[in-house]
């Protein structure tokens, strides 16, 4: 009898702690998505700064901006690293593998804004984060859905 009861409560904390462990993984790997995103910012910036005086390259319009793949498959979890440069600030894309989670393949932005003479970052998540995935789309980044906001951290929830 004791046995029984020892599984039963065995079972109840595996019920609680398998779906806990599973968000708290992938959220280590939307982390480790952010620390190769903050490597490829200074070359970010260096290239926005480089280029804004030429204004044929860097178009207002959200079509046909240069783009360049920063880290491509640099973890198990992680597609790719994108960089998009606009005249008004880089934006990464960070694109999770389909094994990141269930459904389907999704991508978290972080955006680069002049402010003040020097660049500020922050990430982007949820419903937010779509108008920057479509600047990615628009320029043939293959690209997900917005990573939903209970993953992301709390410095890109809003």
């Given at each position: 009898m004791e046995v029984l009861i020892a599984l039963a409560v065995v079972a109840l904390l595996a019920?609680?702690?398998?779906?806990?462990?599973?968000?708290?993984?992938?959220?280590?790997w939307v982390s480790e998505g952010l620390l190769i995103a903050?490597?490829?910012k200074p070359a970010a910036?260096?290239?926005?700064?480089?280029?804004?005086q030429q204004?044929?390259?860097y178009q207002t319009q959200a079509r046909f901006l240069p783009?360049?793949?920063?880290?491509?498959?640099?973890?198990?979890?992680?597609d790719s690293v994108v960089r998009i440069d606009r005249s008004s600030g880089p934006i990464l894309i960070?694109?999770?593998?389909?094994?990141?989670?269930?459904?389907?393949k999704l991508s978290l932005p972080v955006v680069g804004s002049r402010g003040d003479g020097k660049f500020t970052w922050r990430c982007i998540a949820g419903?937010?984060?779509m108008p920057y995935i479509m600047v990615?789309?628009?320029?043939?980044v293959a690209v997900g859905e917005p990573l939903p906001l209970d993953l992301a951290p709390s410095d890109c929830r809003g």
């Open positions: 019920a609680f702690a398998v779906p806990s462990y599973g968000t708290y993984t992938r959220r280590v903050q490597a490829a910036v260096e290239e926005v700064v480089a280029n804004a204004s044929s390259a783009v360049t793949v920063v880290a491509s498959r640099p973890s198990r979890m992680i960070i694109n999770f593998s389909k094994a990141f989670g269930p459904g389907s419903d937010d984060a990615g789309r628009d320029n043939g």
